[in-house]
Structure formats: structure tokens, C-alpha cells
Nanobody, 127 residues
Framework: QVQLVESGGGLVQAGGSLGLSCAASGRTFSTLTMGWFRQAPGKEREFVSSISRGGGVTYYADSVKGRFTISRDNVKNTVYLQMNSLKPEDTAVYYC????????????????????WGQGTQVTVSS
């Protein structure tokens, strides 16, 4: 099992930027496909972005494409999510997820595709 710890959430005004980090331990990080999901109150957990083991392949939800950037550092065992041009509808708890293996052609876009989760970090965007 992989342990994941997110950090970097907070309160930001619409149009602002925020960066999230997720530190992994317990397994060789470079063997893991990593993902970011979010869950707003009363809504299901939804896919935000995913990144392949080497970092060369990324996927994004249409709602964040062009505004969010996922990246990873396989030396620091950390995955990042840089969020720019934030909107109130981006308000949610953001979760980091991990799964051993390839990202696949589907991009690991579903919560069931992952077997390890962080505790989540709150992101609130005020209008």
C-alpha cells in the first residue's frame, strides 16, 4: 500500500493560482501512475488529471484543461497540481491517488482505477 499526503490547499480569490503537492511513500514512486481527483459537497468524486509513471503522458478533465498542470518529480516522490485561473466551481476537496502500472489509453479517469488515496486537501475559491 502507498501512503499519500497532500498539501497546499487553501483559500484563493477567483482568477488566482494555487499549487498542490502530494508526497508518496511505501512503494517505488516511478512504478506508480498518479492522479488528482476532487469532490465538492453533495457531488461525486470527479477526475481532474493523471500522469504516467515517467511523466511523459498526462490527461486532464475538460473543465480544467488549459488552466491546471500536473507534473511529478520521481526523485522527490512527489506529484504536483498547479492550478491557475481558478474559478468558484473549482472549490472542492482535492485528493491524490496512486496505482501501480501504466496509465493506459483511458488515462485512469475513474476512482476505481486507483488503489491508494490521500486524505484530501480543501481548495476554496471565492468569487
Amino acid at each position: 500500500q502507498v501512503q499519500l499526503v497532500e498539501s497546499g490547499g487553501g483559500l484563493v480569490q477567483a482568477g488566482g493560482s494555487l499549487g498542490l503537492s502530494c508526497a508518496a511513500s511505501g512503494r517505488t514512486f516511478s512504478t506508480l501512475t498518479m492522479g488528482w481527483f476532487r469532490q465538492a459537497p453533495g457531488k461525486e468524486r470527479e477526475f481532474v488529471s493523471s500522469i504516467s509513471r515517467g511523466g511523459g503522458v498526462t490527461y486532464y478533465a475538460d473543465s480544467v484543461k488549459g488552466r491546471f498542470t500536473i507534473s511529478r518529480d520521481n526523485v522527490k516522490n512527489t506529484v504536483y497540481l498547479q492550478m491557475n485561473s481558478l474559478k468558484p466551481e473549482d472549490t472542492a476537496v482535492y485528493y491524490c491517488a496512486a496505482v501501480p502500472g501504466t496509465i493506459g489509453i483511458s488515462g485512469r479517469r475513474y476512482p476505481r482505477d486507483y488503489d491508494s488515496w490521500g486524505q484530501g486537501t480543501q481548495v476554496t475559491v471565492s468569487s
